[in-house]
């Protein structure tokens, strides 16, 4: 038997980001929601109107599907609630039917029992539930308009309407079967913050009941000046995780251990020192310089019918990084309603075709790490001589956020 080289492992993997395929497509279906939530960027649009995505939007979208062979994957969501579109469960089905793996993003707050048992039957694959906090009072001060125990509620509803469809039994311990028998997954989507970080336990031990299959927990992106303070990675971003190993630079390789008393704050003075660490020869890195959106070939489409490259540039805001606030311009590549337009001419066109080979190389400056500039005030140009969109301040580059 022929083993690849790792040279040739890593030239076949160039060649399949190469091939410029769209894998998976976010659907903006509403920039509608039902909360205040404290850390979100709607209340610092500008200039921007709030929507639903149109029948004749979604059409166009569903008729421009059969030109990605590749495209796997369909996640309902974006900034906004997708349950209060009123054709949500129309447009799950007909995704569906596509023979498509269908995901969303919810509050979880407008998920009623009935409600559940309609995304159940119309096929959907993965719900995703923002939970910033462990169904305590701590979460009702993030998630400002809904309570704690109607949202648990509501998920012991979505378990029930399971049950009674016979695809989900807390009872059932051989994982065969039960992954056999689950169709509507459910996870959890977490954003870190200072005030809401010691729930993450108790959350993670009160998900097993509700049957949760995954926790993504992300940073928080600060939009306001009082955010800043809630972030937990400034002195992450400031370590050369993603390096290779500098001789002059410690290395620390670690055993798994308990996290108790005894180790917590040596752990933590460790993981704030300058030296790089692994888990029994298994580096702990970060991803740098890599976008995930274009790496791994995904798009979104705004609930107006423009086309956006990632949540970023999804819509414009502010935002503040290094203490510095950043107005930040969101970038469409046009709008699939135009009458000469569609999903994969837009997705194929030189223009998105351009900007992700420019991506991928990630020839952008070090805005993340690097000190203040006026550069660092908006993303239309950077000190590298890069124009709009500039990417070298965008966290998810950089592996401290990411998305369902």
């Known amino acids: 038997m022929n083993l690849e080289t790792k040279e040739a492992i890593v030239n076949k993997s160039n060649l399949e980001v190469e ?83 269908v995901e969303m993003i919810s509050n979880g707050t407008l998920l009623t029992k009935e409600m559940s048992g309609k995304l ?54 051989d994982l065969n079967e039960y992954l056999a028998r689950e169709t509507l997954q459910l996870g959890l989507a977490f954003v870190a913050m200072k005030r809401n970080i010691k729930e993450l336990p108790k959350l993670i031990q009160e998900s097993r009941k509700l049957g949760v299959r995954e926790i993504k927990v992300t940073h928080v992106i600060p939009y306001t000046k009082e955010m800043v303070n809630e972030a937990l990675y400034d002195r992450t971003v400031l370590l050369n995780h993603g390096q290779p190993r500098d001789p002059l630079v410690m290395h620390v390789d670690l055993p798994l251990m308990d996290w108790n008393e005894d180790t917590t704050n040596v752990m933590a003075a460790l993981y704030n020192s300058h030296a790089t660490f692994s888990h029994m020869d298994i580096p702990m890195l970060r991803r740098e310089n890599y976008c995930r959106f274009v790496q791994e070939g995904q798009s979104f489409v705004r609930w107006d019918g423009e086309i956006c490259p990632c949540m970023a540039l999804l819509h414009d805001g502010k935002t503040y990084l290094n203490n510095v606030e950043r107005h930040i311009t969101g970038k469409s590549f046009g709008n699939i309603n135009d009458n000469d337009k569609s999903l994969s001419k837009i997705w194929y066109g030189e223009e998105y075709s351009e900007f992700r080979k420019k991506v991928r190389d990630f020839v952008y400056s070090p805005c993340v790490t690097c000190g203040e500039c006026t550069y660092l005030e908006d993303n239309q140009e950077d000190c590298y001589g890069n124009t709009f969109p500039t990417c070298g301040g965008c966290l998810w580059a950089q592996g401290l956020v990411q998305c369902p």
């Open 19 to 101: 091939k410029n395929d769209l894998k998976k497509l976010y659907l903006e279906i509403t920039s509608h929601c039902n909360l205040n939530c404290t850390m979100c960027t709607r209340k610092n649009w500008q200039n921007e109107g709030i929507g639903h995505m149109s029948k004749a939007t979604f059409s166009k979208v569903l008729k421009d599907l059969p030109n990605h062979p590749e495209l796997k994957t369909v996640f309902l969501g974006g900034i906004g609630e997708p349950l209060t579109h009123p054709d949500l469960i129309e447009m799950i089905t007909a995704l569906c039917k596509r023979d498509l793996r």
């Open 120 to 173: 159940i039957d119309a096929g959907l694959n993965m719900l995703w539930v923002s939970v910033d906090g462990a169904f305590s009072v701590c979460y009702e001060d993030i998630r400002q308009g809904a309570t704690a125990n109607n949202l648990y509620k509501n998920l012991e509803g979505l378990c029930e309407a399971k049950i009674e469809r016979g695809i989900f039994d807390v009872h059932i311990y």
